[in-house]
């Protein structure tokens, strides 16, 4: 049974692709996170280990509208807003961004608030808007949202 090996120029091409890719490698590490973006891991209290509450419910009491899009944010008192796209459908001119906010002492969603709609967008920014897109929700290091 015979081997072929690649011609000389294609082994060449091969040994300069991976010199290139380990050169990248070595001389880009990984990024680095903001501040922000970095929690600190909750404490154990007099050898408790705190047990992890998942729940599930609807923050949104419209649920004839097209929504989706969710995201989520912890606020500094501990509450979380949520932010989302509803409408009759994507891209339709009813969308709004809407939000609530999750109380942390009640354990429940307050009501839903329209954050933005097409003609209030259109009116802060002195632009056609066409359409409203999906939202995202951050809190800055000065903490706004």
Avoid at 23 to 33: E, F, M, N
Avoid at 71 to 100: H, N, Y
């Amino acid at each position: 049974m015979r081997i072929d090996f690649p011609a000389f120029p294609a082994l060449g091409v091969y040994l300069a692709l991976v010199c290139l890719f380990a050169g990248a490698w070595i001389t880009h590490p990984a990024p680095r996170h903001a501040s922000f973006a970095l929690v600190n891991p909750l404490m154990a209290v007099a050898d408790k280990q705190a047990k992890p509450i998942y729940t599930s419910r609807f923050a949104s009491s419209g649920l004839e509208d097209f929504v989706h899009s969710a995201a989520v944010t912890a606020l500094p008192d501990g509450s979380l807003m949520a932010v989302w796209f509803a409408g009759t459908r994507e891209g339709a001119a009813d969308v709004q961004v809407r939000s609530a906010r999750f109380n942390l002492s009640t354990g429940e969603w307050g009501e839903e608030q329209v954050m933005a709609t097409r003609d209030s967008t259109q009116q802060s920014t002195r632009k056609y808007i066409r359409k409203l897109g999906n939202p995202v929700i951050a809190l800055a290091p000065d903490n706004r949202l």
